[in-house]
T-cell receptor, first 113, second 111 residues
Framework: KQEVTQIPAALSVPEGENLVLNCSFT??????LQWFRQDPGKGLTSLLL?????REQTSGRLNASLDKSSGRSTLYIAASQPGDSATYLC????????????FGRGTSLIVHP | DGGITQSPKYLFRKEGQNVTLSCEQN?????MYWYRQDPGQGLRLIYY???????QKGDIAEGYSVSREKKESFPLTVTSAQKNPTAFYLC??????????FGNGTRLTVT
């Protein structure tokens, strides 16, 4: 059964730092990996989706990489801002037909001024 | 704008009552999902539907029921059989391998 782990569970950094959030998964048979942001009391907002054939995706200050063979993805946030404070979750979509994504528990990020 | 609408945002019920949470999407997605989120637990899958008139149990289906009579609608009923129904409920949809989209959630409180 696919398991997704996110480390660290929580992170507090000063504004302006570059930071890396980690997502690891146990089964490399995936179609894609998606990173989400969740603000308190809200739903999940999709940030980036990386297909299994891709190595990375970029959107503004966000860069997500995927190393499928080692079961790892990282989300890089450049020049962090207080508005980046949120919980970040990753989800993998397994190949094999079920189309049911498996989620990590998330990394809670606080960026303080 | 296309998206997923969950209503209501907050719901309060007395123990022993059934309650139905609404989820509507105008993205023309075939697949829809219901998740439950509790502090420290991550997202847990309750039910999912990959096509109209068909749905499957997820990891924690006991005490819940769903229907999928229309492509755009996937309501979730929390029955009195659910032992601990107070939680944040999230609805999502997708089409094939495209990104998963979420609604803004319903916070259910049962006293």
């Amino acid at each position: 059964k696919q398991e997704v782990t996110q480390i660290p569970a929580a992170l507090s950094v000063p504004e302006g730092e570059n930071l890396v959030l980690n997502c690891s998964f146990t089964d490399s048979a995936i179609y894609n990996l998606q990173w989400f942001r969740q603000d308190p009391g809200k739903g999940l907002t999709s940030l980036l989706l990386i297909q299994s054939s891709q190595r990375e995706q970029t959107s503004g200050r966000l860069n997500a990489s995927l190393d499928k063979s080692s079961g790892r993805s990282t989300l890089y946030i450049a020049a962090s801002q207080p508005g980046d404070s949120a919980t970040y979750l990753c989800a993998v979509l397994p190949s094999g037909g079920s189309y049911i994504p498996t989620f990590g528990r998330g990394t809670s990020l606080i960026v303080h001024p | 704008d296309g998206g997923i609408t969950q209503s209501p945002k907050y719901l309060f019920r007395k123990e022993g009552q059934n309650v139905t949470l609404s989820c509507e999407q105008n993205l023309n997605h075939d697949a829809m999902y219901w998740y439950r989120q509790d502090p420290g637990q991550g997202l847990r899958l309750i039910y999912y539907s990959q096509i109209v008139n068909d749905f499957q149990k997820g990891d924690i289906a006991e005490g819940y029921s769903v229907s999928r009579e229309k492509k755009e609608s996937f309501p979730l009923t929390v029955t009195s059989a659910q032992k601990n129904p107070t939680a944040f409920y999230l609805c999502a949809s997708s089409q094939g391998l495209s990104p998963l989209h979420f609604g803004n959630g319903t916070r259910l409180t049962v006293t």
